[in-house]
Structures are given as C-alpha cells and as structure tokens.
C-alpha cells in the first residue's frame, strides 16, 4: 500500500459510506435514523432489523470505516472495495486484495480479544501485549490473559461460548458486548445476563463435550478451553484438534460423544456419564455394560409407573409407544421411562418437569388436574413449571380441597369439548347460516350481472360485490372470535377441574320468538 494513504482528519459517517457505495439510499437510511434516535439503539443495528441491510455488509462497511479511521486506506478506496464486495457477494478482505490492498496490511484484529476488550475486561495496552504473544510465541490469547489475571478460567468458557453464539449466527456483536458487559458488572451466568437484556438465543448446550472428558479425566479444564480457541481461530472441529494433537484417541472420543448423547437425552447425568468414561478409558469395556454394572440404568418401579402414569393421563404418551420404545431398546428393558428416553419419544426437560410434578403432587402442592394441565403447556411452550403457572395464572392448592387419587384420562373434560359447548352457547350459528347464505346468493347475482353489462359499469358491480362479501366475512369473523373466547374459558375451566355445562339444544323451527335456547 502507497504511503500515500494517511490518516484522514474526519472519518466518514458509516451511513455516508453506505450511501456513497450504494449500498442503500438515503431514503432508508434517513428512517433508519429515526428508529435509531428513538429506540437509542445503533443505526448498523437498525439497518438489519429493517432488513434494509444484510449483516454481511454492514460488516463490510464497519471493517472499511476502521481502515479508513487507521489512514490504511483512502475513503475512495474503501467505497470501491464495498461495492465490490456487496455486488460478488464476498468479503472486504477479499475485494482489497483483488484491488491490490492485500488483507494483512489491514490492521490485526482477534475476535475474542475485541470482545473482551469491548465489554472492558482488560485495557488496550493489554490486548496488544496478548496480541504480540500470539504472534511470537504461539501462546494461545485467551490463555495468556488468564496467565496474567485478567480474566478467569470459568470468565474464558463463558467468553469462548459467546463466541460461538456469534459464529452461529444466534448473537449480534452488540447483543454479545453487553452480555459480556452484563456478566462482569453483576458477576452472573451467561444465562442470566441474556435473560436480565432480554435477548432470546434459544437453548444453550449445557453439556460441552469437553466438560465430559474433563471430568472423566482425560484432559484437564485448561487443554479444554484452549482447544475450543484454537478450534474458533483455525475453524476446526473440537474433537479433531484433541485427537490431532495427540491428547485423546479416537476411541475415547467417539465413547465422550456418545455419553455426551446419553446425557443430552437424559439418559445419564454429567457425573455418571463422566464416571463411565473413565471406566471405559481404564478397562476398554463398553459404555452399555460399564453402565449397568454401575446401575445407572436401574429403574425405581413405582416411580417409572407414576411418570407413564401421568404422561399417560397428560395425552402425551400411550401403551403403544410405550411398547415401541421398549421393544427397540432391549437394554432399558427393566425401565420403560429409559426406553421413551432413549427413542426420543419423550426429551429431558419433560422428564425433568414430570419428575417436579410428580413431587409437588406427593406434597398436596397442586393437584392432578393442574399436574395434566401443566405438564401439557410445559410440552407445548417448552417452558419449566414455574414459567407455566405463571403464564396459566395457575395457584397452588392453598384452600382448595386436595384431590389424591388419580382420575382415568377419560374422564377429565376435554378442551376441545368444552370450546365445542361453549362456542354453541355463545354463537347463533343460524344468523352465521344467514350471512353465509346472502353473501353467496349476492355474489352469484354479481357475477350473473357482470358477464352481460358493459365493461364501463362492472367495476361498480365489482365493488358492489365486494361490499356484500365484506358482510359475510364479518359473520365469520363474529365466529371466529367467539371461538377464541370460549377457548381461553375452557383452559380456565381446565384449570379449576370444571366441567363444562350441558350443551344446551337449539330450538326447532316451529319454536316461538319466546323460546330460550
């Protein structure tokens, strides 16, 4: 690159580089602003959400802004380079080199570094000095910041997940700063701080597979972490990086896979899964057998009878895949929660809320009813108990009188037939009947007409038509409405263990005006 390109006494706007490259028109970007001074939030930001702007280039224009910031490139340049880019669809980096600005006279950038830095766990002077022993010595960034204190070993994992998030496309650069930021000012989890900014990734693995092999004893916390950051730098899979480096061999990591399985599935917990690689790594036997030589597969009978019982009684399981299950995993043949388990008929967060259930059912806490309810919007929402009881605006037994025994499914009132009794009280299916009725003899009048009038009056004709149609939408809309009523009646009613009342009859046609119905 020319020393010709200095650093510029003004650095251009990122919207004018936008408009500049044509990336956008000032149109949107002026709305944009807008958004952005009421909702206090980054204009880049608002840009994506408005879907005026793809995430790769605004990217591109942040990269071309530092370049320009830094006197790396002139502002003609960078404008180039980000119509080059947006048009072929490919990087900055790359539309500089085929431009002759190779990628490597740009200013070194380390993505958990710049996070770090960004959420202010360290100072720039120390980013420099990790950066320069990455580069001379080999010693791995996140590493040598935990040799000098600046971060933690548990601070490391969580930064290193975040990052993730990001390569995933599941977190924002923003949405990560101040998580980070959120974590290092009131010291929580990685959970709780995107729950207190209120930004959804959806669920987080909380079984790594380097936990497992940590814990079994086959590589420590430290070799963990530092293969999950070279595995981010060099974009290289977890397991490859154990196995190539000599650390692990195959055998041991295709065992940690499928523990790591087993316990995702909740077949095994952490520990047991972790005291089963250990055995299998000593003696070489298989998971299965070490397993029930543990007994980790033992089944309590009659807490296995309670679950399929409420499951059972919840719709979300019957007998028949209850035996599926059992016949394709002869192993839990002892445990059929296990088989349900293990054939993916049920997942580890029902299990667990069956299991909470079930103990607030023995404690006279909730009763059976509110136990079905429950654990059906649990399934549903994917929610724990408490999310759901908050949601139902569900209250414990307290003064209500405790039901012990459990009811048979049948006879439980069903939702759809209480919604079913109550839209027919609520709703005159006759004057619907009506409304259907002129809106379809109006409209085969309307297109009788149109076909033998001149084209000059059938647009009259057509907006006739549409107005006599808007009637009979507005009768089903009526419906539709009256049935969205009697559904929330009918989860209340569920809810309280209400019957539904008698569906009253319509009266025949020779009723009089007096008749009820």
């Known amino acids: 690159m020319s020393s010709s390109h200095k650093k510029p006494k003004r650095v251009p706007r990122i919207g004018s580089l936008l408009v500049e490259s044509g990336l956008i028109s000032a149109e949107p970007l002026e709305e944009a602003a807008r958004v952005a001074r009421e909702?206090?939030?980054?204009?880049?930001?608002?840009?994506?959400?408005?879907?005026?702007?793809?995430?790769r280039d605004l990217k591109s224009a942040l990269l071309s802004q530092s370049l320009i910031a830094h006197g790396l490139v002139s502002q003609?340049?960078?404008?180039?380079?980000?119509?080059?880019?947006?048009?072929?669809?490919?990087?900055?980096?790359?539309?500089?080199?085929?431009?002759?600005?190779?990628?490597?006279?740009?200013?070194?950038?380390?993505?958990?570094?710049?996070?770090?830095?960004?959420?202010?766990?360290?100072?720039?002077?120390?980013?420099?000095e990790a950066l320069r022993a990455r580069q001379e010595s080999g010693v791995l960034f996140g590493r040598f910041l935990v040799l000098h204190g600046a971060i933690t070993n548990?601070?490391?994992?969580?930064?290193?997940?975040?990052l993730v998030l990001i390569r995933e496309g599941r977190l924002t650069r923003q949405e990560a700063v101040a998580a980070l930021t959120e974590m290092r000012s009131k010291r929580v989890g990685l959970s709780e701080a995107l729950a207190t900014l209120g930004i959804f990734v959806g669920p987080?693995?909380?079984?790594?597979?380097?936990?497992?092999?940590?814990?079994?004893?086959?590589?420590?916390?430290?070799?963990?972490?530092?293969?999950?950051?070279?595995?981010?730098?060099?974009?290289?899979?977890?397991g490859q990086i154990l196995t190539q480096s000599g650390m692990i061999d195959k055998t041991s990591l295709e065992a940690a896979l499928s523990l790591q399985e087993m316990v995702l599935k909740g077949l095994l917990d952490k520990a047991q899964a972790s005291e089963v690689l250990r055995q299998v790594s000593k003696d070489g036997t298989s998971i299965m057998q070490v397993a029930q030589e543990l007994k980790f597969f033992d089944a309590d009978p009659e807490q296995a009878a309670a679950i399929i019982n409420l499951l059972t009684n919840a719709g979300l399981i019957d007998d028949h895949?209850?035996?599926?299950?059992?016949?394709?995993?002869?192993?839990?043949?002892?445990?059929?929660?296990?088989?349900?388990?293990?054939?993916?008929?049920?997942d580890r967060e029902l299990y667990g809320s069956t299991l909470e259930l079930l103990q607030r059912?023995?404690?006279?806490?909730?009763?059976?009813?509110?136990?079905?309810?429950?654990?059906?919007?649990?399934?549903?929402?994917?929610?724990?108990?408490?999310?759901?009881?908050?949601?139902?605006?569900?209250?414990?037994?307290?003064?209500?009188?405790?039901?012990?025994?459990m009811p048979p499914a049948q006879s439980l009132p069903s939702r759809q037939a209480i919604v079913f009794d109550r839209l027919c009280q609520g709703l005159d299916?006759?004057?619907?009947?009506?409304?259907?009725?002129?809106?379809?003899?109006?409209?085969?009048?309307?297109?009788?007409?149109?076909?033998?009038?001149?084209?000059?009056?059938?647009?009259?004709?057509?907006?006739t038509l549409v107005v006599f149609l808007s009637l009979t939408l507005m009768g089903l809309g009526r419906a539709w409405g009256t049935g969205r009523q009697a559904e929330q009646e009918a989860l209340q009613m569920r809810i309280q263990g209400v019957r539904a009342p008698a569906r009253k009859k319509l009266p025949s046609k020779g009723a009089g005006k007096d008749s009820q119905l």
Request: hydrophobic residues 45%; glycine residues 8%.
């Open 39 to 55: 909702s206090n939030q980054p204009i880049g930001r608002v840009l994506l959400m408005l879907e005026y702007l793809s995430d």
């Open 76 to 128: 003609d340049t960078a404008i180039e380079a980000l119509k080059t880019a947006s048009l072929r669809r490919i990087s900055l980096d790359d539309a500089l080199n085929e431009m002759g600005v190779t990628p490597a006279m740009a200013p070194e950038r380390h993505a958990l570094g710049e996070l770090l830095l960004a959420a202010g766990f360290l100072t720039r002077q120390l980013y420099d």
């Open 154 to 162: 548990a601070m490391l994992g969580l930064a290193l997940e975040v």
């Open 204 to 238: 987080l693995k909380r079984t790594k597979l380097g936990d497992i092999l940590a814990s079994g004893g086959l590589i420590t916390d430290s070799e963990s972490l530092d293969a999950v950051e070279l595995g981010l730098e060099e974009k290289r899979l977890f």
């Open 321 to 346: 895949s209850v035996q599926k299950a059992l016949a394709r995993n002869q192993e839990f043949k002892g445990d059929p929660v296990k088989a349900l388990l293990a054939d993916g008929i049920i």
């Open 361 to 405: 059912l023995e404690g006279q806490e909730l009763k059976i009813e509110q136990c079905i309810i429950l654990l059906q919007w649990c399934q549903r929402s994917r929610c724990s108990i408490d999310e759901a009881m908050q949601e139902l605006n569900m209250k414990g037994v307290g003064e209500q009188p405790v039901q012990t025994e």
């Open 429 to 463: 299916l006759r004057e619907v009947k009506q409304l259907v009725k002129i809106g379809l003899l109006f409209a085969a009048c309307g297109w009788a007409v149109i076909a033998i009038v001149p084209k000059d009056y059938q647009i009259y004709l057509l907006w």
